[in-house]
């Protein structure tokens, strides 16, 4: 899947080529690549994304316009989902670096869309819409939250304030629809309730065992005494004497 495009930039003294990569990571010191298990992540799990621009004059920082989801790795996939758009944010997104270096950072909580509600397993691909921007101009191209609207910023005759867009990829990213941690810290969290629900549930079942065991018991002593009782009473009452035959 593709996840990096390459900006070309006009200065006044030329044109250079910057390469743009979206990258994902497992936690916020943007070292480590994410890695997906076979089974795929759980929801909710939080997935941190960087792009990352390489050959890039330091004048030069990189400015994320638009990043959304889609359950394909089609970036015109008509059903989407935005995680952030001008001043619109995903409460579960949070953006931490944006048009103030030559990377922009920002994690969001991995889901599903509706159409994959009965699959076990589903997909969701990230696409961001970049460009580059002159470092002075680029907080003059940032939203001024309450208005779509951007500012508007005077720039020399032979520069520009900022590059074309462009569509960075990245996915897909499995996600399986349990509840089930994916790591260790998770599974030690979750382990020991776990333990003691199951004790908790052995003794309560051992419990309705035994009263079911004296239950049978008692029964069957009332059968063997009532049984007994009846051969009493049939001994008693069901033998005639013949000396009161036709006594009055």
């Given amino acids: 899947m593709r996840s990096a495009a390459a900006i070309s930039v006009k200065e006044s003294n030329g044109t250079f080529i910057s390469?743009?990569?979206?990258?994902?990571?497992?936690?916020?010191?943007?070292?480590?690549?994410?890695?997906?298990?076979g089974a795929g992540l759980t929801l909710k799990t939080r997935v941190f994304a960087a792009v990352k621009a390489?050959?890039?004059?330091?004048?030069w920082n990189v400015l994320?316009?638009?990043?959304?989801?889609?359950p394909s790795g089609n970036p015109n996939d008509e059903l989407r989902y935005d995680l952030f758009f001008s001043c619109?944010?995903?409460?579960?997104?949070?953006?931490?670096?944006n048009g103030k270096s030559q990377m922009g950072r920002f994690a969001f909580e991995v889901f599903?869309?509706?159409?994959?509600?009965?699959?076990?397993?589903?997909?969701v691909f990230l696409h961001c819409v970049t460009k580059l921007c002159?470092?002075?101009?680029?907080?003059?191209?940032?939203?001024?939250?309450?208005?779509?609207?951007?500012?508007?910023?005077?720039?020399?005759?032979?520069?520009?304030?900022?590059?074309?867009?462009?569509?960075?990829?990245?996915?897909?990213i499995i996600t399986r629809s349990d509840e089930t941690p994916t790591n260790n810290s998770q599974l030690a969290l979750l382990n020991a309730p776990e333990i003691q629900m199951n004790t908790v549930t052995s003794i309560l079942i051992s419990g309705v065992?035994?009263?079911?065991?004296?239950?049978?018991?008692?029964?069957?002593?009332?059968?063997?005494?009532?049984?007994?009782?009846n051969t009493l009473v049939t001994s008693l009452s069901g033998v005639r004497n013949a000396a009161f035959n036709g006594a009055h």
Avoid: W
């Fill in 209 to 229: 065992v035994v009263l079911g065991v004296i239950s049978i018991c008692i029964s069957l002593f009332f059968l063997v005494l009532l049984k007994g009782r």
């Fill in 64 to 70: 994320m316009d638009y990043c959304y989801t889609t």
């Fill in 19 to 37: 390469t743009l990569n979206l990258l994902l990571y497992n936690d916020s010191s943007y070292i480590q690549q994410l890695s997906i298990p």
């Fill in 112 to 123: 599903r869309f509706v159409k994959h509600k009965n699959q076990k397993m589903s997909t």
């Fill in 134 to 172: 002159r470092a002075d101009d680029c907080p003059m191209l940032m939203p001024i939250c309450g208005s779509r609207k951007k500012r508007d910023v005077s720039v020399g005759k032979h520069s520009s304030k900022s590059s074309g867009n462009a569509v960075l990829t990245a996915g897909p």
């Fill in 54 to 59: 390489t050959n890039l004059d330091r004048r």
């Fill in 88 to 97: 619109d944010k995903d409460p579960q997104t949070t953006v931490f670096e």
